[in-house]
């Protein structure tokens, strides 16, 4: 099916704010042939995301953060929840710069190679936000701390724990985050090749 096998009846938006949300009547075509009825849904457009998992392959540590969210403390949630970095890609930029930048700015540190782990929806029944995830390579020693920008609102605990020590609190469903799910499930695939590439030359030992 393409967008030709949707017809929008009205738009209407119903809010302007950090987050657009617009009210949508349309029809879609079915599988079993014909139209579906007109249906009224609302819509959240707020940009595409990245996320990523700094990783130390020479320490076997991640780098985690926690921050106060909204959504978790709706929900009735411990609202401070533990989170990979993330950012918005605005306008013009690359996802691998807002990585960078967004691992900087809420870590302190920086990163050496990015891997692409996946591309998902955050919500795709609401929401028009895809989220590119990254596993990124850095030194975790000396890392942690408080970090954020003020003018953004933003109070950011980074801190540092062992692979295994994660990975334990994702099979056991202790972690509800996507973001850590995806790439730490992409990082039991592949760190044992990281391990390995982040190690000197024989020659050299």
């Not at 605005?90 to 807002?98: K, R, S």
């Not at 996946?118 to 408080?146: L, Q």
């Not at 099979?171 to 391990?195: C, F, R, T």
């Amino acid at each position: 099916m393409t967008e030709q096998d949707v017809e929008i009846i009205a738009r209407e938006q119903q809010y302007g704010g950090y987050a657009k949300i617009d009210r949508i009547t349309l029809r879609h075509s079915l599988f079993a042939g014909g139209w579906s009825r007109p249906l009224t849904r609302e819509l959240i457009e707020r940009g595409h995301a990245v996320a990523v998992l700094p990783y130390d392959p020479v320490r076997d540590e991640v780098i985690l953060i926690k921050q106060f969210r909204m959504g978790a403390w709706g929900a009735g949630e411990a609202p401070w929840m533990v989170e990979t970095v993330a950012g918005i890609i605005e306008q013009g930029e690359q996802a691998e710069d807002v990585a960078r930048r967004e691992t900087m700015e809420e870590t302190g540190c920086t990163l050496g190679a990015l891997h692409r782990v996946c591309d998902y929806f955050a919500s795709p029944g609401i929401m028009t936000e895809k989220i590119t995830v990254y596993c990124g390579i850095t030194d975790t020693k000396n890392a942690g701390g408080i970090f954020g920008l003020v003018e953004e609102g933003e109070d950011i605990q980074a801190y540092v724990a062992p692979w295994d020590d994660i990975w334990t609190d994702v099979n056991e469903g202790n972690v509800v985050d996507a973001k850590i799910m995806l790439a730490m499930m992409w990082l039991s695939q592949n760190k044992d090749s990281l391990i390995t590439h982040s190690l000197p030359p024989k020659d050299s030992l």
